[in-house]
């Protein structure tokens, strides 16, 4: 049965009708009509659809909920990446931030800050197109998520249709999703009565909650969100100047911001915000951790840019961390992955910023003799930055009689080799690459999420493996047999099986995630992908030398070192073979190969662009990265330290300050010939 013109009517005005009362209850907090009303119209809608399934869109209220759970979640590439902040813990540290970005602009211009709550919660990553709902994704290592779309849907403060007449052919936002604490109590007392483990806290709940396979589990824990960061393309053409503006369109869209922000002229006005927060905050509804400090020109942001890890522009100034007294009841010491030899405290449990903690980091021998720790020592701890515990002071005035100090170990806990310091670094280490604890942490390693993701490889399999005598190295994993595993302790053949085909489906892992993986000291995901780009075989970058990894953008000294000694250990080399053999792919992608072989040669390393007006062909971040790739900088307003304008059409008051400086200006033909790409 077809639906009829007057049927096509009533579904569209039914939706916007429940659309309005949506937003009216969950994002004003000021409800429009009854329950029982909106109700019946919801059941008029779901029955039309029922009836005539060609008119259900993705922004139906009545898609919240997806029909069956997902199998799983796939990876997705953020369009635009979600950079973590920089912390603050206190005035200082905040005058020094503030010091840097000035260093960092052209000319000091007019500014102002932007203070927003720092919500404790999950940050996700939304995209709209033609004002639709298209994607969710969880924020990832902040390059790459996981999509959570059909999750995403059922959040009544995120619109599945913006509230724009005309909306954008693409609108990116950034927010963050939170358990409400009420509803976090509610769904631990649950837990409680039903012998489920409790979640820890609130963060932990709601990032657990998202990545649920079931979106009516996750319906039913009542997420919230807030959003706080706008990216339109040609975002002054909408009138959106300042993160202010963009907080205010984000709320005529529909979403949810929070109300408690301030616009401040200078830092002491944001400083006298973030007191009044910190007394404040303890009746909020919501977990908050501090306060994040933004510059409002959202102009100045491009121009500052970002670091290899943060954006320059904001910072986030933390509260200080709850703080308890507990008492050590033993020390013992953890070998890493890479040897480090790390001395814990074992603990009586104490609750702390709404955790239980029995083990706190002394971090290296310096700490341990700093502090004078020793066996039933009363001691203060605290989360450093609020996450990982750590002794903060030892109260000696309680130390009961006939304690000793502490000594770190001369050899391994583990395989009993001799540890060593090297010069000049706070940290003992473990030196025999056979040792069990390093092979454990380096197969956890490459099997976490961001290096070659391997479901089921946690730290009890590992150990088995280790156990068994079945590893020495990650590369025997993919020699691994489901009747080796099926024989393991509480190991089944249906879990072997998975097992084998989730390794053997790693095979097919990026070039860039498999340096991760390796495990490089100081080599993170983000400076394997700077590797990967430059370096677009393993070859390539064993034969490279110091100097040539040192000058790659974004790759420092200790960085360069690190992997220059790394690819010419004889293990290393034999790793590398034995992984080539297994079919790993140690080389980019025919496409990614191929832009670095092309790419310029560097030539416009140490120039500065800016650029203005549409260009015929390349989009501004296209056009950006093309700069970048050949060394150059790109910034957002034009100073004496500019050294082309790469000039488009409708340019604006930028061509006329450059034509008054002299500054040189590039077509976009012009730029393409000179790096020789066309």
């Not at 911001?257 to 973030?274: G, H, I, M, Q």
């Amino acid at each position: 049965m077809t639906a009829t013109p007057e049927i096509k009517q009533k579904v569209v005005q039914l939706r916007e009708q429940l659309q309005k009362a949506g937003y009216a209850y969950y994002v004003l907090d000021n409800p429009i009509m009854e329950d029982v009303v909106y109700d019946r119209l919801y059941r008029q809608l779901q029955e039309l659809e029922t009836e005539y399934p060609e008119l259900i869109t993705p922004d139906s209220p009545t898609q919240r909920v997806g029909d069956k759970p997902s199998s799983q979640f796939t990876s997705v590439k953020h369009n635009i990446p979600l950079y973590s902040l920089e912390n603050a813990f206190n005035s200082e540290e905040l005058t020094k931030w503030e010091t840097r970005w000035q260093k960092q602009a052209d000319d000091l211009p007019e500014f102002t800050y932007v203070c927003e709550l720092k919500i404790d919660g999950s940050a996700i990553a939304l995209t709209y197109e033609k004002g639709i709902l298209v994607r969710g994704a969880t924020r990832g290592d902040g390059v790459t998520g996981e999509e959570i779309t059909q999750n995403i849907r059922t959040i009544r403060t995120i619109p599945l249709k913006l509230n724009l007449d005309h909306p954008p052919e693409r609108v990116e936002v950034r927010g963050e999703a939170f358990l409400p604490l009420d509803v976090f109590e509610a769904i631990n007392q649950e837990r409680a009565e039903s012998g489920e483990a409790l979640f820890a806290n609130p963060r932990n709940a709601a990032a657990g909650t998202l990545r649920q396979l079931d979106s009516k589990i996750v319906r039913e824990r009542k997420l919230n969100f807030f959003a706080y960061t706008l990216h339109i393309d040609g975002a002054k053409d909408e009138g959106i100047e300042s993160q202010w503006q963009s907080l205010e369109k984000l709320q005529q869209m529909g979403f949810l911001v929070n109300p408690n922000r301030k616009l401040c002229d200078s830092l002491a006005e944001v400083e006298t915000y973030f007191q009044a927060w910190d007394t404040k905050r303890k009746n909020l509804p919501y977990m908050t951790d501090g306060v994040v400090v933004k510059l409002n020109d959202l102009e100045l942001q491009q121009t500052l840019g970002f670091t290899q890890k943060f954006p320059r522009w904001a910072i986030a100034l933390k509260y200080p961390a709850e703080e308890s007294p507990t008492i050590v009841k033993d020390i013992i010491v953890n070998v890493g992955r890479t040897g480090a030899i790390t001395p814990m405290a074992i603990m009586q449990p104490v609750q702390l910023a709404g955790t239980t903690v029995q083990r706190a980091t002394l971090h290296n021998s310096d700490r341990v003799s700093e502090l004078d720790i020793r066996v039933g020592d009363t001691v203060i701890i605290r989360k450093a930055g609020e996450i990982i515990p750590e002794v903060v002071r030892v109260l000696t005035e309680l130390r009961p009689t006939g304690t000793v100090p502490y000594q770190m170990p001369t050899n391994c806990p583990e395989c009993d080799s001799t540890l060593i310091r090297p010069e000049n670094e706070a940290v003992t280490r473990c030196v025999n690459s056979s040792c069990p604890a390093i092979l454990r942490g380096s197969i956890i390693h490459w099997a976490s999420r961001n290096a070659l993701d391997i479901r089921g490889l946690g730290e009890r399999i590992a150990i088995l493996l280790i156990e068994n005598n079945l590893v020495t190295s990650v590369a025997d994993l993919y020699s691994l047999t489901v009747e080796q595993i099926a024989n393991l302790e509480r190991m089944g053949t249906k879990s072997a099986e998975n097992l084998v085909k989730a390794i053997a489906a790693s095979k097919s892992q990026t070039y860039d995630r498999i340096l991760y993986g390796l495990g490089i000291r100081y080599v993170g995901s983000v400076n394997a992908k700077i590797l990967a780009e430059n370096f677009p075989t393993i070859e390539e970058l064993a034969q490279a030398s110091f100097e040539s990894i040192e000058a790659v953008y974004g790759i420092g000294e200790e960085i360069a070192q690190s992997v220059f000694e790394w690819v010419r250990v004889p293990d290393n080399k034999a790793l590398i073979q034995h992984l080539q053999a297994r079919g790993l792919q140690l080389s980019a992608s025919i496409e990614t190969s191929d832009a670095v072989k092309n790419k310029p040669n560097q030539v416009l390393t140490g120039k500065t662009f800016v650029i203005t007006g549409t260009l015929p062909t390349l989009k501004r971040n296209e056009a950006k990265k093309i700069i970048e790739q050949a060394g150059g900088k790109v910034t957002g307003s034009i100073s004496k330290k500019t050294d082309y304008l790469l000039l488009g059409e409708n340019a604006g008051s930028k061509l006329a300050k450059a034509e008054k400086l002299g500054i040189s200006q590039l077509s976009e033909t012009e730029l393409l010939e000179l790096l020789e790409i066309i």
